[in-house]
């Protein structure tokens, strides 16, 4: 068992997500295969390691035992990848394909520490989504980040951060927005192709908001394009210009009490970022070192 790493892997991260369904998602693999390598760990051993329950997962003793040895394990083989990095000592630039949100404003805080991980020149490349997914498939990138679920064959997806969308306005408004509210608003919108419009939409049907009953003023395609547009709108307490984006897009202008944020009241709209590459690249020592430091991040 310890020749084939992945399956501890596996084992470990069931533990840290306290939950199978949890532990697919992040390893990109589906929840019957990680049924599957956690029950041929126990029939190696001869023993249980994992009990389940309603509320998550309990480890047994020897589950435990385990646990510490698997750790330890892990943090051998991390110091070890980096050693067989240097030897490869490859120099190429290794290319990042993100989406919008992701590239323009997460992505640029973390590049310096990505370049010293894998040791080489790193570029981003920003675009829409299923853009992004179309370059990997034609390999013109090596790793894609994105936050729509473009799910495409002879990929592996791993749910890397949970983000958030918040309505946003260049003005204050109430922090916490009623259904009501939403109609005394001018709204700049995204296009109709976008995720983030078709997620907003269902998120207002599911609370009783029709969307087609807004004033609408304008239809952008990008998060870049409404930050802009809404910065540079009149003001008019009477009627608030408004729209919805990534909390990620717009820290640095609510902190500074440039732009300011409001989330409906009792409820969050939430959404996937994706760490997506090739199946056939799954034991590329510099893929695993950007996905395992790009999991490691906390945004």
Not at 260 to 265: G, M
């Given at each position: 068992m310890l020749k084939d790493f992945a399956k501890l892997m596996t084992f470990l991260t069931v533990v840290r997500e306290k939950s199978f369904s949890k532990a697919s998602a992040k390893?990109?693999?589906s929840q019957p295969a990680v049924t599957q390598q956690i029950k041929f760990i126990e029939d190696y051993l001869d023993t249980r390691v994992v009990e389940r329950k309603k509320n998550g997962i309990k480890l047994t003793k020897e589950g435990e035992d385990l646990y510490r040895i698997a750790t330890k394990l892990e943090k051998a083989i991390q110091v070890s990848e980096k050693e067989v990095l240097k030897i490869i000592n490859k120099e190429f630039t290794f290319i990042v394909g993100a989406s919008y949100a992701i590239g323009n404003y997460v992505l640029p805080s973390y590049i310096g520490q990505l370049k010293d991980k894998i040791n080489n020149e790193?570029?981003?490349?920003?675009?829409?989504?299923?853009?992004?997914?179309?370059?990997?498939?034609?390999?013109?990138?090596?790793?894609?980040?994105?936050?729509?679920?473009?799910?495409?064959?002879?990929?592996?997806?791993?749910?890397?951060?949970?983000?958030?969308l918040v309505i946003f306005s260049n003005q204050p408004i109430p922090k916490q927005l009623r259904k009501e509210d939403m109609y005394k608003f001018d709204w700049i919108c995204r296009d109709e192709n976008s995720h983030t419009r078709k997620l907003t939409s269902e998120v207002f049907e599911?609370?009783?908001?029709?969307?087609?009953s807004?004033?609408?003023?304008?239809?952008?395609?990008?998060?870049?394009?409404?930050?802009?547009?809404l910065m540079r709108s009149p003001k008019?307490?009477?009627?608030?210009?408004?729209?919805?984006?990534?909390r990620h897009v717009i820290s640095?202008?609510?902190?500074?009490?440039?732009?300011?944020?409001?989330?409906?009241?009792n409820y969050k709209i939430k959404r996937k970022f994706y760490i997506v590459y090739s199946k056939e690249r799954k034991h590329d020592a510099f893929i695993d070192n950007v996905v395992t430091y790009l999991l490691g991040l906390k945004l």
């Open positions: 390893l990109g693999i790193v570029h981003i490349r920003v675009a829409f989504s299923e853009e992004i997914i179309d370059q990997l498939l034609d390999k013109k990138i090596d790793i894609a980040l994105i936050e729509s679920p473009v799910f495409k064959d002879g990929l592996i997806y791993r749910e890397w951060e949970e983000d958030e599911e609370i009783g908001v029709e969307c087609s807004f004033s609408v003023i304008g239809v952008v395609a990008s998060s870049t394009a409404i930050k802009e547009t008019d307490a009477a009627r608030p210009v408004v729209s919805v984006i990534s640095d202008e609510v902190e500074e009490g440039k732009l300011f944020e409001a989330r409906i009241k």
